[in-house]
């Protein structure tokens, strides 16, 4: 069975600081994994995906994730925030068959002036 | 391109009645798609999954015969909560997969409130 675990409910940052958002998967089968963004009482944006080429994703809005099969990570990152990505962030995966997504608990990222 | 559409986007409704919400592939065909149940500050669950001409796949703990999903056609999908209750309220999204694209992509749409009162 695939899981996905995102560390940290909350995240804080100030205005032009390092955004890192963490998530890590479990999956028996090499997983493909996406990061979304949602605005309040909006749909899900992607971000960025991964689907076993390159291990570094660059996504939208400047945006970045590396898989890391090793740790079994896949941390969604940004040298800069800006106000505008404050949101709240799913990382989720799927095995690329049946198309079933199953999503973290996502983590609220809060941006200060 | 790609685009998904929920409608309604907000329904308020009496406790005991039902309300269907469309969701709908705008510019390609979706042999399936999938409906989301989210509720305040919490993540998304799968509730089933839906493929054109066939019966939806539940998840575990999803009550078939409250939330009726009918996929009619490759452009639509239905969700009917039947006889609600406050305990329904919630956030409904629906995702659609491209028939003509990559397996693995879904198509998110902006997600229908629902409240029953």
């Known amino acids: 069975a695939q899981s996905v675990t995102q560390l940290g409910s909350h995240v804080s940052v100030s205005e032009g600081a390092l955004v890192l958002l963490r998530c890590n998967y479990s999956?028996?089968?090499?997983?493909?994994l996406f990061w979304y963004v949602q605005y309040p009482n909006q749909g899900l944006q992607l971000l960025l995906k991964y689907t076993s080429a390159a291990t570094l994703v660059k996504g939208i809005n400047g945006f970045e994730a590396e898989f890391k099969k090793s740790e079994t990570s896949f941390h969604l990152t940004k040298p800069s925030a800006h106000m505008s990505d404050a949101a709240e962030y799913f990382c989720a995966v799927s095995d690329g068959q049946g198309g079933k997504l199953i999503f973290g608990q996502g983590t609220e990222l809060s941006v200060k002036p | 391109g790609a685009v998904v559409s929920q409608h309604p986007s907000r329904v308020i409704c009496k406790s005991g009645t039902s309300v269907k919400i469309e969701c709908r592939s705008l510019d390609f065909q979706a042999t399936t798609m999938f409906w989301y149940r989210q509720f305040p500050k919490q993540s998304l669950m799968l509730m089933a999954t839906s493929n054109e001409g066939s019966k939806a796949t539940y998840e575990q703990g999803v009550e078939k015969d409250k939330f009726l999903i009918n996929h009619a056609s490759l452009t639509l999908s239905t969700l009917t909560v039947t006889s609600a209750h406050p305990e329904d309220s919630s956030f409904y999204i629906c995702s659609a997969r491209d028939l003509s694209g990559i397996a693995y992509e879904q198509y998110f749409g902006p997600g229908t409130r629902l409240t029953v009162t």
């Open positions: 999956s028996s089968v090499p997983p493909y």
